[in-house]
């Protein structure tokens, strides 16, 4: 391409030829520098071109310095395009700039501005975070006592229960922000309502002939607040039903009616027969949740005593109106993502039709949802939050399919093309979340990896379709069908599995001659979205429970555990099943909750403490109670429950105890939580600052550290980092802890553990030089104390997540004495010496796999002989004359069969079917079928027609349309089996010419 745009006579012809080299050049090299450096990746190519011009095309010298003069015009009408092109936006109402006047305005209010909560969510009845209340949940809950009174946020969030309707809609996405403001306790509906209409009509100015209010048609304080004390036309406030203007949590807990704000693009069309659900008139971008109702089991409401405020208003919604664009793609919170696709693929947004632009709408949405997600610690997988990621991924590349982004799995051009649009939303997330560019190395390399995992899918995808529509053609033919078609099912199992369009299954199968069931593939859909919404529920706020109720009558538990590992303690609740009782005797199960603890609660990966409570009389001397402790949890914020079983005696709420903790297993998981930490800096070490936790798990006989990493460790690798942990543990540092504000612990480095969250003051843990890191857990007091570390495994948990198990201190000797006894006892059965044994295994194995090998060929060659026994069995049937045989072959393994199968096939010629069993052992049948070419256009398939005789064996198998193999556990059906087998065969084959 380069060589013909060298030889153009003129910038006006060239123009075209430089702007496809233009955006191929982009496109190659997105992932290393921005499309606005073109220019010079095509100096330099064409700087290439010129000298091989000149070598070995002398005439076309002239021509190409004639290009070269005119090279700059040519790209300055591509600057220019873009310039033309740009949407200029006034700084006060960009995507940034709405969001800091949001808080500002809030911050004036008394607010205090809190940042954005993780997409993980603290919260186990959440998959992800879906609302910007989310994080404060605790305090409405009453589970954790408030810090301020009032709070405003900008809250990451991800929904994705109506993906199929990004992109299609103005308003759907599945990443967004949620601006919110909030009150535990303090103003109610007045303040809320006011503030509201204020923001609305002073700060973002928006004519108030635009705006309009629902409100739960049973508020009439709302009412009166919005019409009276507001100033809103009573004709503008229209009253819903619960369904719309009524929040709950679920069947029972906090909730109460509603308020929302809605603007009108089209106030000329007046106030008549107004319907605020129409999307294509009215945008709703304000919610007023009033949480002053409980709802009990029986339906009842009852008053809160505590009534709060929780608001949510679309950060894109608002750009979409203040920046007067039609919907929120447009806005310059995701436009400049589209923009980036339309030049990757060298099209004009503006200038194309709705149905275009819907794929780089979904690209764009979906690009920001999956680099917030990896950025926040979730990676593709198959299962929970990972699942979510992997589906948006692969959805994206299929929109970049429709587009016609198409390339090998080695990663040419459209092979993989995401990561270059994930840089822009890098580029752009600054002020959503600064952590996000810190981890731009992990989220790069996790979307380029699941990409081309992806499209390897994808080729497999085309391969099936292939396939069936192969199968949906001869099957078609066989029955004289003039119009073949693929079943719904298959369309959706290509969607679903493979990632097709369905488009484009239909435009591939309508090349064939083949039609698709559109009306099956819309029902397999269909029950697709209901598994879908069901497993995306909304915020669960029950209220309830005994642990919550605890939480607002009794003090939270004082942990004195760093510094001591035994105390007196006062029992301040006695719990059995979840149950307040006043005492427990010998052998009860119960939950106790002391005012004072030296008891470790798990958390931050390290299991909860071990120990016993011993009761005391009321001169302080121990009775004769006792209560084993199993284990320590966290409930309700700080309270500290101590969950055992009664040995001795009796236990009684307000009963005196002595609190001690196994300090032999509190002195195994000290040695294990250093120890992780040391790991964690080792692998940072090996494989750079980017390498993070994705889990962690502290007990006494181990540890466990879950970490982003998209391959196998070698083995090299394995050794670096395990002799790095011994080298600081013989350095004998000391470690320091200290509590400080968590601005501040972030400002020096410290790492956060995975998953957790943090308040206020945190306590940061250091080894001078080594790690420093947010920790609530116990640790030694020197690295030597640890003795010496030990990896016992490495493996893949999920993709681009890698597991370590490591052994330290006391778990460390006793791993390493019992490998020595191993050996030692290897050693003397082989008779061997230890450093000799890895030497005499490798020769055992070698014998072992060269006496299988031939005892398989053995087999293969029995097989073959006892099938050349049968051949003459063979019967000629039907008016194709098809040689039919069907038998047993004695003794025979089913890899040993399928080649019995297939050498008869063969000797039989085309047409040909043979059918065989085999029982190889106890309780095992094999079988296995194979169909010759012009037996399958007669309309038969061997892994349909083997399913069928199976399953009188009690079994089932697969295969192909040619060859098919199954297992069964009922030896005593083979023979039943294979009779159906000649009576199928013969009824099927009866009428095929």
Known sequence: ????????????????????????????????????????????????????????????????????????????????????????????????????????????????????????????????????????????????????????????????????????????????EMLGNFSFGDYFKREAIKWAWELATEEFKLPIDHLWVSIFKDDDEALTIWRDEVGVHEEK?????????????????????????????????????????????????????????????????????????????????????????????????????????????????????????????????????????????????????????????????????????????????????????????????????????????????????????????????????????????????????????????????????????????????????????????????LLQRKRSQAAHSTTNLA???????????????????????????????????????????KGDKVDIILNRTPFYAESGGQIGDHGVLEAQDENGNTTNCSVDVKDVQRSCGNLIVHKGIIKEGKLWTGACVNAVVDAGLRKRAMVHHTATHLLQSALKKVFGNDTCQAGSLVAFDRLRFDFNLPRPMMDNELTRVESLVNEWIGMAVGLQSKVMPLSDAKKAGAIAMFGEKYAEQVRVVEIPGISLELCGGTHVGNTTEIQGFKIISEQGIASSVRRIEAVAGPAFVEYSTLRDAIAQNLSSILKVKVENLPTRVAALLDEVKATRKEASKLRVQLAIAKADVLASKAMVFGPAGVRILVGVVEDVDADSLKVAVEYLLNKLGDPAAVALGSCPGECKVSLAVAFSPKVVQCGLQANEFLGGIACICGGGGGGTRNFAQAGGKRPEKLVEALDKAQMDLRTALSSCN
């Not at 496809?20 to 100096?43: H, I, N, T």
């Not at 809160?304 to 203040?322: H, P, S, V, W, Y």
């Not at 990561?419 to 002020?431: D, G, H, I, Y």
């Not at 009558?553 to 099943?577: C, P």
Request: include cysteine.
């Open 1 to 176: 391409m380069i060589a013909s745009v060298a030889v153009a006579a003129n910038p006006l012809e060239c123009s075209l030829q430089t702007q496809r080299v233009y955006r191929c050049g982009v496109l190659a090299k997105s992932s290393k520098f921005s499309s606005s450096q073109g220019s010079l990746f095509l100096s330099s190519v064409i700087s290439s071109t010129y000298g091989r011009l000149l070598a070995h095309s002398p005439i076309h010298i002239k021509g190409t310095e004639m290009w070269m003069r005119n090279f700059s015009a040519c790209t300055q009408i591509l600057k220019k395009e873009r310039v033309e092109n740009a949407v200029l936006i006034d700084p006060s109402v960009t995507g940034d700039a709405i969001r800091e006047r949001f808080l500002d305005f809030y911050a004036a209010r008394g607010h205090e501005v809190i940042p954005s909560s993780s997409l993980v969510p603290d919260d186990p009845t959440v998959l992800l975070t879906i609302a910007g209340m989310l994080q404060f949940k605790p305090i409405f809950l009453g589970q954790v006592p408030r810090r301020f009174p009032r709070a405003v946020t900008s809250q990451k969030c991800i929904r994705t229960n109506d993906i199929e309707s990004v992109g299609l809609t103005k308003r759907h996405h599945t990443f967004f």
């Open 237 to 525: 406030i229209q009253l819903m039903g619960e369904d719309d203007n009524f929040w709950s949590s679920g069947p029972t807990g906090p909730c109460g009616p509603c308020s929302e704000m809605y603007y009108d693009f089209n106030p000329e069309k007046g106030m008549q027969n107004v319907d605020l659900g129409d999307d294509s008139r009215f945008i709703e971008f304000y919610n007023l949740v009033f949480m002053q109702y409980n709802r009990k089991e029986d339906g009842s409401l009852e008053p809160l005593q505590t009534k709060n405020i929780d608001t949510g208003l679309g950060l894109e919604r608002m750009a979409q109106i203040l920046q007067k664009v039609p919907n929120n793609y447009e806005t310059d919170l995701i436009f400049p993502i589209i923009e980036h696709i339309s030049e990757l693929i060298g099209v004009k947004y503006m200038e194309l039709d709705e149905q275009a632009k819907l794929p780089l709408k979904i690209i764009g949405d979906h690009a920001r949802a999956v680099v917030y997600l990896i950025s926040d610690g979730v990676y593709p997988s198959n299962v929970g939050r990972g699942y979510v990621v992997r589906r948006i991924i692969r959805r994206a590349v299929r929109m970049g399919r429709l587009l016609g982004i198409r390339g090998s799995e080695e990663g040419e051009k459209g092979g993989a093309f995401l990561q270059s649009v994930a840089e822009v939303v890098v580029n752009m997330s600054s002020r959503v979340d600064p952590d996000v560019k810190t981890n731009t190395g992990r989220i790069y390399e996790e979307i380029h990896m699941e990409e081309l995992k992806f499209v390897r899918t994808l080729e497999k995808g085309e391969k099936l379709l292939e396939l069936l529509l192969t199968e949906a053609l001869a099957i078609g033919n066989g029955r004289g069908e003039v119009n073949p078609c693929l079943s719904g099912k298959d369309a959706f199992v290509l969607y679903d599995t493979y990632g097709f369009p369905v488009e484009i299954t239909k435009e591939v199968a309508a090349e064939s001659g083949v039609l698709v069931d559109l009306e099956g593939f819309e029902k397999e859909m």
């Open 543 to 585: 209220v309830g429970g005994t642990a919550s109720e605890l939480s607002t009558k009794i003090d939270q538990t004082e942990f004195l555990g760093y510094s001591t590992l035994r105390i007196s303690a006062a029992v301040v609740a006695l719990l059995s099943n979840g149950t307040l009782i006043s005492e427990a005797s």
